[in-house]
């Protein structure tokens, strides 16, 4: 609707409103409430969608966490409630600490590689040169890929014995790494792959945010002469942080609960080295004979937990950044 | 004026959808809660449902007419579905949940207890299945607390193959090979050859359990006590090998078919695994012996391979058409013939027999599974599952050096009693 349209019509009804008569009370409510009811109408698809698909599965997620859920609650549906027991059984657990500390060491070892390398690159590939399209796209590989395959394709390249990896190294004297299989390293192994995984998301999302920033600004920081050191740290790296902060929230959640391809590099192990508390959540509800679904549910609720922590600490980073 | 219309016609619809998608979840939970049978028949005629962990088999296959005429014998059409190993205990579980559990199901044999236990699935008492002529030890797996909730449509089992070329330029005897002081002592002299010694699969998955079971087993251990001196012998001598390079690091992360991956590269001289590759080991040329215990004799290994069962229905009166369709897939001709294809060995002595009569090499594959034990045997039924998670942990941590053997079972013990007895 063009605003001209608008303007007349709104003008229409205001000389409509001189001419008639006022409508009565009782019209008025009625309209009102027609309205009401339309826009609940409206409204009414997404809350029973939310309710469904996220509510309900949450509901169902906490309730099974504070009952005891055995194979017998299966089929007869009753289980006893057990209150936290749950979640201290899962806290006293031996592997409760390896998975926390494994979990923190992954999500910012890979937030800290996967933002810095997509920035650099974004940065790079923001003075447009020839060919830095087709750079661009192939560096959206990783992207494109299933993430069964570039896992499955990274535990090749990582074998200890016939991995191109170790070749490599052996190639400069460096002896053999057991990069999936050895407690220290199963986990920089993982780590590594999911920073490859996760670059082009930074580098596509920092990208888009640099071409929001005015080139005058940085024309101005020119003439006033300004390096390109100076011009990253006073321009573009201050402009473009909610650009970044949002970034780093989505990475956050994202690596927060990568599974895939930790289980299919070294399913958690050896031992617990590279057990996050997905991982865990998975072994606990699915990955024995005897699935234990309460525990697993409690795991999975404290992750919930972390990444709403996390995204209360992001909402009011971006208020403060707002207000000031 | 025509667009608003649309919009509010558009947002009718929507609502429409959403109160649809509530009356029909509410629907299903109600169909949950007062259960209902899938199968449409009754006790003659009608559809039964079948489900096997064989999605191998399309329906051309053998296997799956063999299945569609011993339903046409009972009188009934069978409406057969095949998931993933996996997959098929998680839907198991839901359908006995949902009160719409498959007339029958075969299953994978740890999994029995689980589901017994769960109260899915019926004993051979009340289903009427036979069990007399199905050796013991098989029939293991599928009996808890002394009732049978199932029959096995056969066995296979973990040996050790071993490539002739290696071994003869080594200079070792197969026969030789009685002990573990005698197999360390080959796996030396094939290293010093410049060869690769054993491959197993260490994994930390219920794979990992399997493949250890055999050396733990072997040493003397028991599953209720994971922490005995006799247990620490069986993973020292894992973690011995790969330390002293007679087995790789890879062990650490291997399923079965990588493991056999590498043996098939023709560099190992050992590898450890089951029945289900004898016809690609003898593409290969490769033949087998048991798996050694440690101061001599066979060591007992456990058994794999699935149970037919008769999942609890609410009308009772399929339990009998039920039972003939089993009793046809697991009578002896039909039985041979599919463990054949399978690369089972036949519960039965008759079975077995028979298999012989056609395939003598099957000789060493029948010992073995006659020395076999089930994993949930000695009662354990449920608890097994926390005991073997815990093994194949320990199990872990030893192999990658991040515990001593003693130390990762001593923990795996206690881990293991506190979760049996939450």
């Known amino acids: 609707m063009t605003t001209e349209q608008s303007k007349a019509r709104s003008a229409a009804r205001n000389g409509d409103g001189a001419v008639l008569a006022a409508p009565s009370r009782a019209q008025r409510a009625r309209s009102r409430s027609r309205a009401q009811l339309a826009a609940w109408g409206f409204i009414a698809p997404v809350v029973v969608y939310l309710g469904l698909f996220y509510a309900y599965p949450l509901y169902r997620n906490v309730d099974l966490s504070i009952r005891s859920y055995t194979l017998a609650s299966f089929i007869t549906g009753d289980a006893p409630f057990a209150g936290f027991s749950n979640y201290v059984n899962v806290i006293e657990s031996s592997t409760f600490a390896p998975a926390l500390i494994n979990t923190t060491i992954f999500v910012f070892a890979s937030i800290a590689f996967q933002f810095a390398i997509g920035l650099a690159l974004a940065v790079f590939f923001f003075r447009s040169f020839r060919l830095s399209g087709v750079l661009r796209a192939l560096f959206l590989v990783p992207w494109l890929l299933p993430l069964l395959v570039s896992a499955s394709t990274w535990s090749w390249m990582l074998d200890s014995d016939s991995g191109v990896v170790n070749s490599f190294l052996q190639a400069f004297g460096i002896g053999q790494i057991d990069w999936l299989t050895s407690p220290r390293w199963s986990l920089v192994a993982v780590l590594i792959a999911n920073i490859w995984i996760g670059i082009p998301f930074n580098l596509v999302i920092m990208y888009s945010g640099l071409q929001s920033i005015s080139a005058e600004v940085f024309e101005a920081a020119a003439i006033d002469g300004a390096n390109g050191w100076q011009r990253f740290w006073r321009i573009t790296f201050p402009l473009l942080r909610p650009v970044s902060a949002i970034t780093l929230l989505l990475g956050f959640v994202y690596t927060l609960k990568v599974f895939d391809i930790i289980w299919i590099m070294t399913r958690g192990g050896p031992g617990t080295a590279s057990t996050t508390l997905a991982i865990w959540s998975y072994q606990l509800g699915f990955g024995s004979l005897l699935p234990d679904f309460s525990s697993a549910a409690a795991v999975g609720n404290l992750l919930i937990i972390i990444a709403v922590i996390f995204s209360l600490v992001y909402i009011r980073a971006r208020r403060r950044l707002e207000l000031t | ?422």
């Open chain 2, 1 to 422: 004026m025509h667009r608003s219309r649309r919009a509010s016609a558009i947002g009718a619809a929507l609502l429409a959808l959403g109160t649809a998608a509530a009356a029909l979840t509410g629907c299903s939970s109600s169909a949950s809660s007062g259960g209902g049978s899938s199968s449409s028949g009754s006790s003659a005629g009608g559809t039964y449902t079948f489900w096997d962990p064989y999605p191998q088999y399309s329906a051309s296959s053998a296997w799956a007419q063999l299945v569609s005429k011993c339903g046409t014998e009972a009188g009934v059409t069978i409406k057969r579905t095949a998931y993933d190993t996996t997959a098929l205990t998680t839907q198991a579980l839901l359908a006995g949940q949902q009160g719409n559990s498959p007339d029958i199901l075969l299953v994978d044999n740890p999994v029995v207890s689980t589901l017994a236990s769960a109260g899915i699935l019926t004993t051979t008492a009340q289903n009427g299945l036979a069990t007399g002529a199905i050796a013991q030890n098989i029939l293991g797996a599928g009996v808890i607390n002394g009732k049978t909730y199932g029959v096995p449509i056969g066995a296979n089992t973990l040996a050790l193959y071993y490539n002739p070329t290696i071994l003869k330029a080594a200079g070792v005897s197969p026969t030789s090979i009685t002990s573990w002081a005698t197999l360390t002592a080959a796996l030396a002299k094939v290293k010093a050859i410049g060869k690769k010694g054993i491959t197993f699969a260490g994994i930390n998955t219920e794979e990992g359990s399997f493949q250890f079971l055999p050396w733990f087993w072997g040493a003397g251990a028991s599953l209720t006590n994971l922490d005995s001196p006799q247990a620490i012998a069986a993973l020292t001598l894992w973690t011995t090998w790969i330390k002293d390079g007679y087995a790789p690091n890879s062990v650490i992360g291997d399923t079965q078919t990588t493991s056999w991956q590498e043996f098939q590269t023709g560099d190992f001289a050992f590898g450890e695994n089951g029945t289900w590759q004898k016809a690609t080991a003898a593409q290969m040329g490769a033949k087998v012996i048991q798996i050694p215990a440690e101061n001599g004799g066979s060591a007992p290994v456990p058994t794999g391979g699935e149970f037919f069962t008769i999942p609890v229905q609410k009308n009772t009166a399929t339990y009998a058409t039920s039972a003939k369709i089993v009793s046809c897939l697991s009578s002896t001709s039909n039985i041979v013939t599919t463990d054949n294809t399978l690369n089972y060995i036949a519960p039965t002595q008759a079975g077995q027999q028979a298999q012989l009569a056609t395939d003598a090499s099957l000789q060493s594959w029948v010992s073995a599974v006659g020395v076999a034990k089930a994993r949930t045997g000695d009662n354990l039924g449920t608890k097994y599952p926390i005991i073997s998670q815990q093994m194949w942990t320990a199990v872990q941590k030893a192999e990658s050096g991040a515990a001593s053997p003693a130390s990762a079972l001593q923990a795996a013990q206690s881990a293991a009693t506190a979760a049996i007895n939450k």
